[in-house]
């Protein structure tokens, strides 16, 4: 029997654990550091964090949710959702909670797993799991170890904050930072939001979903299909204009205009959160909340840049102190070092890290030549810059079922030929070369300007080219 081991227990191991369990295979592990089911959703939880992408997307194809509360659900509801899910599918039961893999070794037949408690797992076939967004990325501020007040992550949120009567800096501008500062602006004495670069950002269509619509949904199933797929109809127009498209883009950003002249009626300001970026080259943000709190007379935004973090607060280039008692980082995740900090060695003693010193790169955004029978989910070049990165789960959860179905039937060791993947990988480059992504430095980009995270065509592109597995692809 082929032992499939998964690590991560976030939308794409259930996602992969849910595939194989539909196609007939029971001998799976998932390896899960934390003590519960989530991912992202289990470890988020500052104040005002929520999905960007419509609830009706954001779920599984197989396992509509007619309960959602509002179309851009909170981070609570889609945690228990996807805890849900993972009971009903039989998933559940294959956890293993507290198990952090340091190591994976391919031993010329097996994969042997080293858990930091010094345990070994073997496997035949090895599914990483851990995401593009799971590690964050805090910057290394002079004087930080200086600070005397409270220092935070968003992603590493404590609920025992107190936020009331307090000062409170928020260095980013990033995805979390705009849901966290309209929640804690009014409740803190002094937000001081310090920014970069100033984020696109569009009106957010929100909408709380009534009893009458959730009642309909459980009664007739086929009107959440319909709801998808509208939704998955606005996802075009955004990737047209992120694309480029010269009706659309002009279109867009004009939408993006008048929404800062709409919120923000101070010149000097609307300045300040004017982008000077093309559209899309960073990740567009939709809110509601972001602009007004920035408006507002106990928040200020500080665009000089932060030079040093110092006992009582943060000093800037103008020689400004800016004093607080909580200081918060809202400044995203170390999205370009998948795997990291999990050692892996392929065929030959061949280092992960070695092979992807110049940047990640997989074929299909799945597999990696040298390492046998390791099949990636969420890996280089498949998050999606305008639909829901559950949608590419679900294709490459698929696309593994194939490849687990493969190495059970002729008992051997599937490689993917390093000459496919190379031409593979030219391809995508080539693609990304010429697209938004490279109009600035993002956590799309390595340090040397490699796009290693984005996919460069349609989600239906993907999925048409992950359906079925090309046998001559590998050895």
């Excluded at 659900?73 to 889609?78: R, V, Y």
């Excluded at 599918?89 to 042997?112: P, S, Y």
């Excluded at 004017?274 to 559209?279: K, M, R, S, V």
């Excluded at 790169?361 to 099949?375: K, Q, S, W």
Aim: aromatic share 8%; charged share 20%; net charge positive.
């Amino acid at each position: 029997m082929t032992r499939v081991a998964i690590i991560g227990a976030g939308f794409g191991g259930v996602a992969a654990a849910a595939e194989l369990l539909k196609q007939g295979f029971r001998d799976i592990v998932l390896l899960e550091k934390s003590d519960r089911i989530g991912g992202v959703w289990r470890d988020n939880i500052y104040p005002g964090c929520a999905c960007d992408v419509p609830a009706p997307l954001y779920s599984f194809s197989f396992a509509p949710n007619p309960d959602w509360s509002r179309r851009y659900p909170p981070h609570q509801e889609i945690l228990a959702y996807l805890q849900r899910c993972a009971g009903e599918l039989g998933v559940t039961d294959l956890v293993r909670f507290g198990a952090e893999v340091a190591e994976a070794a391919w031993d010329g037949t097996r994969w042997q797993l080293t858990l930091t408690s010094g345990e070994v797992v073997t496997a035949d076939v090895l599914v990483p799991a851990v995401g593009q967004l799971s590690r964050p990325s805090t910057p290394v501020l002079p004087g930080a170890e200086t600070f005397r007040g409270i220092q935070v992550h968003t992603a590493h949120w404590d609920p025992e904050i107190t936020i009331a009567a307090k000062r409170v800096a928020v260095v980013g501008t990033g995805a979390s930072a705009i849901q966290l500062v309209p929640e804690i602006a009014g409740k803190a004495a002094h937000v001081a939001v310090f920014q970069r670069t100033a984020p696109w950002t569009l009106p957010k269509p929100d909408r709380r979903y009534g009893r009458v619509r959730r009642t309909a949904y459980r009664k007739i199933p086929a009107l959440m299909q319909l709801s998808r797929a509208a939704t998955w109809g606005l996802t075009l127009i955004q990737g047209a204009a992120v694309g480029g498209n010269r009706v659309v883009n002009p279109l867009v950003r004009g939408y993006s205009r008048a929404q800062r002249r709409w919120q923000v009626r101070d010149p000097e300001l609307r300045a300040k959160v004017t982008p000077d970026e093309p559209l899309g080259c960073k990740r567009v943000l939709f809110t509601n909340g972001w602009l007004p709190a920035l408006a507002r007379p106990d928040v200020s935004l500080i665009t000089e840049k932060i030079i040093a973090v110092t006992p009582d607060g943060i000093r800037t280039a103008d020689g400004a102190e800016h004093r607080c008692d909580v200081l918060i980082y809202g400044t995203g995740f170390a999205a370009t070092e998948f795997l990291v900090p999990i050692r892996v060695t392929g065929r030959d003693g061949v280092r992960l890290e070695d092979e992807w010193r110049d940047g990640a790169r997989a074929h299909l955004g799945i597999t990696v030549p040298g390492f046998p029978n390791m099949f990636l989910v969420y890996g280089p070049n498949t998050n999606t810059g305008n639909t829901s990165v559950i949608y590419f789960h679900e294709a490459q959860a698929r696309y593994i079922a194939q490849a687990v179905r493969l190495v059970a039937d002729q008992s051997r060791p599937l490689e993917v030929r390093a000459e496919h993947a190379a031409a593979y990988d030219e391809e995508i480059q080539g693609r990304l070369a010429g697209s938004v992504w490279t109009g600035c430095q993002s956590w799309y980009r390595t340090a040397t300007g490699r796009v290693v995270t984005n996919w460069p065509g349609k989600a239906v592109e993907y999925r048409r080219r992950t359906a079925r597995l090309v046998r001559s692809d590998f050895h």
